[in-house]
Nanobody
Framework: QVQLVESGGGLVQAGGSLRLSCAAS????????MAWFRQAPGKEREFVGW????????DYADSVKGRFTISRDNAKNTVYLQMNSLKPEDTAVYYC??????????????WGQGTQVTVSS
């Protein structure tokens, strides 16, 4: 069982930056792929990126590639999403997810509660 808690969301102007964190409980964090998804009002949950268990492989959605960076610290049971050059269309609730799979599909077994990111124009 893994519990995930996101933090770091907030209101930022377009062009600004935010760093989201996702803290995980449990001793198996280092064995899981960690992913970030987002969901805007009235839209389906959208893939943002995932990072492999050891950080050796990272995959990003085209919409965020070059602007967002995912990293993890297995000693701290935490995964990060650094978001730069934010755009109004990045506004959404951001979720972290965990599983042993590596996929862009939101079929991960464990999910956090989400953190709101709002980008003003």
């Amino acid at each position: 069982q893994v519990q995930l808690v996101e933090s770091g969301g907030g209101l930022v102007q377009a062009g600004g930056s935010l760093r989201l964190s996702c803290a995980a409980s449990g001793r198996t964090f280092s064995t899981y792929t960690m992913a970030w998804f987002r969901q805007a009002p009235g839209k389906e949950r959208e893939f943002v990126g995932w990072i492999s268990w050891n950080g050796g492989i990272v995959d990003y959605a085209d919409s965020v590639k070059g602007r967002f960076t995912i990293s993890r610290d297995n000693a701290k049971n935490t995964v990060y999403l650094q978001m730069n050059s934010l755009k109004p269309e990045d506004t959404a609730v951001y979720y972290c997810a965990a599983d042993t799979i590596m996929t862009r599909v939101p079929k991960y077994n464990y999910w956090g509660q989400g953190t709101q990111v709002t980008v003003s124009s």
